[in-house]
């Protein structure tokens, strides 16, 4: 996987049980609202256009440096020990290895959500964090149609720039029109890299948005996809999903109920400070937060969790809702990943 930098990372087995017991704990049992993990998107802009997003059409004010430091600091007095920082493309802020010292400064363990394109001249940035998650949508062909000429290359040449320098990567893969038909060329190169890749649906509307979006699969043919995904995960290929996760996937794009972490122990902060409890429902984003000025953190407190949701598309989530189900196949699926 690459050299040590020397740098001491908060993401283990050991942190990731610590953190996973203690919430269920206060959620499920105390039915306590502590945000323990939240994901951060920092800024809408991107230097892709891919397809099947909207974020970069959106129009929305950035919090400020200050205000992005305040927010950690009153979040993690809440309860906040694990953050993702996301977009949009989060290495486009120029601010953001401040944002990341601050939050380790604090015991946090960041991870950090890119395309990866950005990932080699921002190197000084990567190193300080846990782990980085790399979109990754198939060979180069699916890949590029999707995301645009030579992201393909730079995504790659990301993943490979931060194993070198002994950064945890993981993948993500959005399954759309394009790159149904490569998911073995896709498995093979996750072999190759040596990452694990969580799969996810492209949604019926654009990311971000509630327009339509043309890069929806075909149900039938996602469905076989899916099919041969879990045939693949049960003889031992990097595939992040569980298997219990992969059988809800398969029922997209039909209404799936499942037990939901929103809003008791995850939620999400926006561009511009606003705060949701999920980041998409089946038309758009759910927003669960009061609209006036008072600071992100809150409106936390007066937030409405969500007991179950829907819509479970996005695989990380359904991956944590599924463990705070006490999904035996959840559990063991994290358990493996992690060690």
């Known amino acids: 996987m690459g050299a040590s930098n020397g740098i001491q990372r908060g993401y283990s087995a050991p942190v990731m049980a610590w953190y996973l017991g203690t919430a269920w704990l206060q959620s499920r049992v105390l039915r306590n609202k502590v945000p323990r993990f939240m994901s951060w998107n920092l800024t809408f802009k991107c230097n892709l256009r891919c397809h099947y997003c909207a974020s970069p059409t959106l129009k929305v004010p950035e919090l400020k440096t200050q205000e992005i430091l305040d927010g950690i600091d009153a979040f993690h007095r809440l309860g906040m020990r694990w953050v993702t920082f996301s977009g949009g493309e989060p290495l486009l802020r120029n601010d953001i290895g401040t944002i990341i010292d601050h939050a380790k400064s604090k015991g946090i363990v960041v991870f950090i959500s890119t395309n990866g394109t950005l990932v080699p001249r921002r190197m000084d940035v990567i190193r300080r964090v846990d782990r980085i998650t790399i979109s990754l949508d198939g060979g180069p062909e699916a890949h590029n149609r999707v995301r645009g000429e030579k992201a393909w290359a730079d995504a790659t040449t990301g993943i ?6 002994g950064i945890p990567v993981a993948c993500t893969c959005v399954l759309s029109r ?35 979006n043309d890069l929806a699969p075909d149900t039938d043919e996602y469905r076989a996809v899916i099919d041969k995904l879990i045939a693949r995960k049960r003889a031992g290929a990097r ?15 039909d209404p799936t109920p499942i037990r939901s972490t929103a809003g008791w122990i995850t939620c999400t902060v926006e561009p511009d400070g606003k705060l949701i409890a999920s980041h998409i429902t089946s038309g758009g984003l759910l927003e669960q937060a009061r609209e006036d000025d008072a600071p992100p953190w809150e409106h936390f407190a007066a937030m409405q969790p969500l007991d179950s949701t829907e819509q479970p598309w996005c ?25």
């Not at 790159?179 to 799969?199: K, P, R, S, Y």
């Not at 019926?204 to 509630?210: E, G, N, V």
């Not at 595939?239 to 794009?253: D, E, V, Y």
């Open 239 to 253: 595939i992040a999903n569980s298997p219990a996760g992969l059988k809800i996937l398969r029922r997209w794009p």
């Open 178 to 212: 394009e790159n149904l038909h490569t998911v073995d060329e896709l498995l093979e190169l996750a072999e190759e890299l040596g990452v694990n890749i969580m799969f996810q649906p492209a949604t019926k509307w654009l990311d971000s948005s509630d327009k339509p």
């Open 315 to 339: 695989g990380p989530i359904l991956e944590l809702d599924l463990v705070f189900s006490l999904s035996p196949s959840a559990i063991l699926n994290a358990a493996r990943i992690q060690t």
């Open 160 to 165: 490979r720039a931060a194993q070198a320098e």
